[in-house]
């Protein structure tokens, strides 16, 4: 799956209306809000940058200081 950052402009705001549209019709029948959605959907996000950001880091090796 391609990362949010990847996405264009017009791609992101597809993605956030069909978000919306989901969170819009399923939340409402378990109870919560459209905030308590995008809380969700913006853990996941952070989740997948972190992985990324890990195994970034994991690829640097310590150099020698100057």
Not at 22 to 42: D, H
Request: proline share 3%; with cysteine.
């Amino acid at each position: 799956m391609a990362s949010i950052q990847t996405l264009s402009d017009s791609d992101r705001r597809v993605l956030a209306r069909w978000a919306l549209s989901c969170a819009e019709r399923v939340l409402p029948r378990l109870g919560r809000t459209e905030v308590f959605w995008m809380y969700l959907q913006s853990n996941y996000e952070l989740g997948l940058e972190r992985r990324v950001l890990r195994a970034k880091i994991a690829t640097i090796r310590p150099g020698r200081s100057a």
